[in-house]
T-cell receptor, first 109, second 113 residues
């Protein structure tokens, strides 16, 4: 069965510190991995997807099939990065989109 | 397009009452998802539709929950009878094509007292 695990419910860092939000998945096929973000009083929205291999707002994520991970990283956190982050998984060729439990990132000044 | 529209934004009801949540997906999107958000479980997938047909409802917690999509522009999630443990934020999302970006509504915050 598909499963997405985000081990940290809360991650607190100071502005300028590096950030890594962990995401592990279980699925034996070819996954599509995503990171979604929910800022305060805003809708949940797509941040990035592994297939795009791009950096969005300074965030990057690399799919590691060996470790079944898709950690989200940013070298220097900003206060405006404070939000709820969800890792999501979809199976290539199917429609089902499932999410992890989410990690709240707090960036202090 | 105004995006995915959910109503009501907030709902407070008494235990045992019927609750109906509504969703209007983005026009032209073939997929519609219902999720429940709680602190403990994060975003749980309840059910999703493709071209108005329910594809997977394995996430629906109990028979008290039901969902319909009578046409491409409208879906409902019904809880009957409601219980306090159903209190959560319920999100609707639509996707235009397989494995692409999901667009979410603002959510309905349900409180069952």
């Amino acid at each position: 069965a598909q499963r997405v695990t985000q081990p940290e419910k809360l991650l607190s860092v100071f502005k300028g510190a590096p950030v890594e939000l962990k995401c592990n998945y279980s699925y034996s096929g070819s996954p599509e991995l995503f990171w979604y973000v929910q800022y305060s009083r805003q809708r949940l929205q797509l941040l990035l997807r592994h297939i795009s291999r791009e950096s969005i707002k300074g965030f990057t994520a690399d799919l590691n099939k060996g470790e079944t991970s898709f950690h989200l990283k940013k070298p220097f956190a900003q206060e405006e990065d404070s939000a709820m982050y969800y890792c999501a998984l979809s199976r290539v060729g199917t429609d089902k989109l499932i999410f992890g439990t989410g990690t709240r990132l707090q960036v202090f000044p | 397009d105004a995006g995915v529209i959910q109503s009501p934004r907030h709902e407070v009801t008494e235990m045992g009452q019927e609750v109906t949540l509504r969703c209007k997906p983005i026009s032209g999107h073939d997929y519609l998802f219902w999720y429940r958000q709680t602190m403990m479980r994060g975003l749980e997938l309840l059910i999703y539709f493709n071209n108005n047909v329910p594809i997977d409802d394995s996430g629906m917690p109990e028979d008290r929950f039901s969902a319909k999509m009578p046409n491409a522009s409208f879906s409902t999630l019904k809880i009957q009878p409601s219980e306090p443990r159903d209190s959560a934020v319920y999100f609707c999302a639509s996707i235009g094509a397989r494995n692409t970006e999901a667009f979410f509504g603002q959510g309905t915050r349900l409180t069952v007292v």
